[in-house]
Nanobody, 126 residues
Framework: QVKLVESGGGLVQPGGSLRLSCAAS????????SGWFRQAPGKEREFVAT????????LYGDSVKGRFTISRDSDMNTVYLQMNDLKAEDTAVYYC???????????????????WGQGTQVTVSS
């Protein structure tokens, strides 16, 4: 059974930084694309970033380009989201997701992901 556990969320002032982690366990042999999504109260889930299994391909949502960086650990099962220059509008619950995919593929559609974490709250406020 695949399990994803996010960590690293918290309260940060505008302009600050946080690094979220997503540790996956129970993955069967193969390659997986990973993504980060977020959902603010009263809003729809929003795509944030995705990374291929090899780590060589990444894509970002327009609202986070240039501020957020997605990366994958060498063990392939841990994915990070480095968030810099945080703004109040970044406040949301952040979710990581994994889905089986070719090793160079990135996946932006949330409906295409099979496995989700429980989410971690990020609050940006002074």
């Amino acid at each position: 059974q695949v399990k994803l556990v996010e960590s690293g969320g918290g309260l940060v002032q505008p302009g600050g930084s946080l690094r979220l982690s997503c540790a996956a366990s129970g993955l069967t042999a193969g390659s997986y694309a990973s993504g980060w999504f977020r959902q603010a109260p009263g809003k729809e889930r929003e795509f944030v970033a995705t990374i291929s299994w090899t780590g060589g391909s990444t894509l970002y949502g327009d609202s986070v380009k240039g501020r957020f960086t997605i990366s994958r650990d060498s063990d392939m099962n841990t994915v990070y989201l480095q968030m810099n220059d945080l703004k109040a509008e970044d406040t949301a619950v952040y979710y990581c997701a994994f889905t089986a995919a070719h090793k160079i593929v990135v996946v932006t559609g949330g409906h295409l992901y099979d496995h989700w974490g429980q989410g971690t709250q990020v609050t940006v406020s002074s």
